[in-house]
């Protein structure tokens, strides 16, 4: 059974910086597509960051990019996103996924999901 479990969210005022982290277990992380996605309230859940190494792909949203850096430990099965310079507009739960193809860096392509982690960024 595979399971994803975010940790790492919490409360940051503008300019700070968060890891989040996501263990995953009944899968390995070495083939298959793994992301960061953020939802904010009354918003669409949005792709921030993506990688897919079969393919060679890495994403990162416009917005985030220079900010987030998305990496991933395979010997942990754990996956990374490094938050800094955060901003008022990064606020959102933020969301693991892993999928054995994920082709692109959106919601639809992501079969297996975390809970969720909450990250506010406020004065």
């Known amino acids: 059974q595979v399971q994803l479990v975010e940790s790492g969210g919490g409360s940051v005022q503008p300019g700070g910086s968060l890891r989040l982290s996501c263990a995953a277990s009944g899968l390995t992380l070495d083939y298959d597509a793994v992301g960061w996605f953020r939802q904010a309230p009354g918003k669409e859940r949005e792709g921030v960051a993506c990688i897919n190494n079969e393919i060679r792909f890495t994403f990162y949203d416009d917005p985030v990019k220079g900010r987030f850096t998305i990496s991933r430990d395979n010997a942990k099965s754990t996956l990374y996103l490094q938050m800094n310079n955060l901003k008022v507009e990064d606020t959102g739960t933020y969301y693991c996924?892993?999928?054995?193809?994920?082709?692109?860096?959106?919601?639809?392509?992501?079969?297996?999901w975390g809970q969720g982690t909450q990250v506010t960024v406020s004065s």
């Open positions: 996924a892993v999928d054995k193809v994920g082709l692109a860096c959106v919601a639809r392509e992501y079969g297996y």
